[in-house]
């Protein structure tokens, strides 16, 4: 399995810009995680999905931040409008679910907003 | 707002020492621990879970729990410079498979 596949790797873009940022989990994982990993905050959980579902949204920091899971293999987490302060490397994680609990976590995405 | 506290560090250890690696929690209704590892520039991985009271072993790693204490830790024995990364701690919550994570301790581990 080729694990889960976040996508651009890297992204700068000025403020006021949108940002999309995009995971495809690993096959047959039914739950979806979309976290931000700065050195001030550590890795904070924005949104959860199960099922394409979200269940958990609370961490999602402001109405800039959208997420979205159309269907089990894609999901988006979007930045509209960008600032600099949403500087960070996000990360996308997916879990089996079924009494498995262990996350695995895509590549990340170093995102800088100028 | 519950908590994962852990000491930033650095921890430096020598080559072949036991590392050990602390964890407090605030949430009393968390029922499983992680442990993962974080190379600089690269995503966590899990180490290890643990959901009871005691120990538990995986080669090298064993993780503890002190659920009285809201207590948890990773002992690394023969340490190796390859083992050099910064350490997550976390904690389940009561959203399904959400996790709560603490900042991470960074291990150096000294030829």
């Known amino acids: 399995d080729a694990g889960v596949i976040q996508s651009p790797r890297h992204e700068v873009t000025e403020m006021g810009q949108e940002v999309t940022l995009r995971c495809k989990p690993i096959s047959g994982h039914n739950s979806l995680f979309w976290y931000r990993q700065t050195m001030m905050r550590g890795l904070e959980l924005l949104i959860y999905f199960n099922n394409n579902v979200p269940i958990d949204d609370s961490g999602m920091p402001e109405d800039r931040f959208s997420a979205k899971m159309p269907n089990a293999s894609f999901s988006t987490l979007k930045i509209q409008p960008s600032e600099p302060r949403d500087s960070a490397v996000y990360f996308c994680a997916t879990l089996a679910g079924g009494g498995t609990d262990t996350q695995y976590f895509g590549p990340g995405t170093r995102l800088t907003v100028l | 707002q519950k908590e994962v506290e852990q000491n930033s560090g650095p921890l430096s250890v020598p080559e072949g020492a036991i590392a050990s690696l602390n964890c407090t929690y605030s949430?009393?209704?968390?029922?499983?621990f992680f442990w993962y590892r974080q190379y600089s520039g690269k995503s966590p991985e899990l180490i290890m879970f643990i959901y009871s009271n005691g120990d538990k072993e995986d080669g090298r790693f064993t993780a503890q729990l002190n659920k009285a204490s809201q207590y948890v830790s990773l002992l690394i024995r023969d340490s190796q410079p390859s083992d050099s990364a910064t350490y997550l701690c976390?904690?389940?919550?009561?959203?399904?498979?959400?996790?709560?994570f603490g900042k991470g301790t960074s291990l150096l581990v000294t030829p």
């Open positions: 976390a904690a389940g919550t009561n959203s399904g498979y959400a996790l709560n």
């Open positions: 949430d009393r209704g968390s029922q499983s």
